[in-house]
């Protein structure tokens, strides 16, 4: 019996598989479940302890990773103006669509380091109906309590965040999923030199159900040969490492992706962003050069992958 859950990353649904398969008395191992956490064989042993059962079978697959295989291929040849030597009208990209509390919190962040008019960034009205007026209460009790250095710097630039209105891009509609590649966001990728990608998931403590997902947000930015820095999970580039990409260091300091504290990380974040974005010409000159090199693996790989299912616990 096969349980999918692509597409999502939910460890919540684990429970409820158990609840059915006791229900009906179906045992465990003749069961798989299939979703895009990487760390849902881990929620699987701790539910089964819990109820004194045998673990069922987890497979982690990589649905975006194999959709945007499929989708460079009918994009074939593109040519790629990334990373080249020339004059950037901005320094990277970043979009967002659903208002999950990371994503006005990491935008608030480069509003007050000043770094919003350097970037491509995309932050308005989404079909979660949230606003500035909704999460900017959260973001400050959260960076309050949790992090007084990251509440000191948003309160200093407080009427600059709040005010600073919808951010769009190549289009005003952020209720639409995009999860594949559009050809009119290529200019944005090619005018800047590194992503900030806000992933699905981010936050660790006891908001959060689901593991690290890599998802298409990571994949465009590999597709469209771009550096990334991930604003997700912790130890989610060793992830990467495993399936065969490459990520940036030293050319971008991924110390970040090691840090649990997730405010702490969300700082390094930022602050590697200022960094990136203020490179002296002759550092940008090599970090274009050497992460070519990278984003050119990268696209190569991704185009010979044969597979995207991965077994985790199977006796």
């Not at 820095?229 to 130890?235: R, S, V």
Request: proline share 4%.
């Amino acid at each position: 019996m096969l349980f999918r859950s692509t597409h999502e990353a939910f460890h919540s649904i684990v429970e409820g598989v158990y609840n059915q398969l006791i229900k009906c008395n179906i045992p465990p191992r003749k069961v798989i479940l299939m979703n895009e956490s990487r760390d849902l064989d881990k929620e699987v042993k701790r539910v089964a302890e819990k109820l004194n059962v045998d673990t069922v079978n987890v497979e982690w697959s990589l649905i975006f990773e194999h959709g945007l295989k499929l989708q460079t291929y009918n994009r074939l040849p593109v040519i790629t103006e990334t990373l080249e030597h020339k004059k950037y009208p901005k320094k990277y990209l970043n979009f967002n669509r659903r208002w999950r509390i990371h994503r006005p919190m990491m935008v608030s962040l480069l509003k007050a380091y000043d770094l919003l008019d350097k970037g491509y960034v995309s932050l308005g009205k989404s079909d979660d109906g949230n606003s500035w007026d909704t999460v900017w209460w959260d973001i400050k009790q959260e960076s309050k309590i949790f992090c007084p250095e990251m509440y000191q710097t948003l309160i200093e630039k407080e009427q600059d965040i709040i005010n600073m209105g919808d951010l769009y891009l190549d289009t005003p509609d952020l209720v639409t999923n995009r999860a594949w590649l559009d050809n009119d966001t290529d200019y944005l990728y090619n005018d800047t030199y590194f992503s900030l990608v806000s992933e699905t998931n981010y936050f660790s403590d006891r908001r959060f159900d689901g593991g690290r997902f890599i998802t298409e947000k990571t994949f465009k930015a590999i597709t469209c040969e771009h550096p990334f820095i991930l604003a997700t999970l912790p130890n989610t580039l060793p992830l990467l490492h495993k399936l065969g990409y490459k990520t940036f260091d030293p050319w971008i300091d991924e110390s970040y992706d090691s840090e649990i504290d997730d405010f702490k990380r969300m700082l390094m974040i930022a602050e590697e962003v200022k960094r990136l974005c203020n490179l002296p010409k002759d550092e940008l000159t090599k970090f274009l050069l050497e992460c070519k090199k990278i984003t050119k693996w990268n696209v190569d790989l991704l185009l010979s992958k044969k597979n995207w299912i991965y077994k985790m616990n199977y006796k």
